[in-house]
């Protein structure tokens, strides 16, 4: 479901020294952090947990269950370099909140196509510019 971020490291996109890519947590693992937490993450977020855990991929950091928060509605389950914070809400809509003045935007319908076609797809140009998606047309993800 996520092979697109691992082809941005394989491709060179994403600088493999500023990779790194953490052991995924147990499916009881997931059962038990959502019970004891009291909330319920979405199905592709515990798919993109069971593939990549909370790694660190250069461009995005994906939360680890130690990061993993839930307020006001949403879960946050991700940061990248530009200082945003990526989370969804109950329906799994994602959005981007601004770290520096806490300004909301609507990215996706759900994490799997704010990662396969936002973040590194043709969506993303309006989010992060054209020259990310330049970047990604080189590298032949998009």
Request: glycine letters at 12%.
């Amino acid at each position: 479901m996520y092979e697109k971020l691992r082809q941005a490291i394989n491709s060179g996109l994403f600088a493999e020294d500023l990779c790194e890519v953490v052991a995924p947590p147990t499916r009881a693992q997931l059962d038990e952090f959502c019970k004891v937490q009291g909330f319920r993450l979405s199905n592709e977020h515990r798919a993109l947990l069971m593939e990549w855990g909370g790694s660190n991929l250069d461009e995005i950091r994906i939360y680890g269950l130690d990061q993993v928060s839930h307020s006001g509605g949403f879960v946050e389950f991700a940061n990248d370099y530009n200082g945003y914070i990526f989370k969804y809400d109950q329906g799994g809509e994602v959005f981007a909140e601004s770290a520096d003045g806490g300004d909301m935007r609507w990215l996706a319908e759900s994490v799997d196509e704010f990662l396969n076609e936002v973040f590194m797809g043709e969506k993303g140009g309006d989010f992060y510019g054209q020259e990310w998606l330049q970047e990604l047309r080189e590298h032949g993800l998009v």
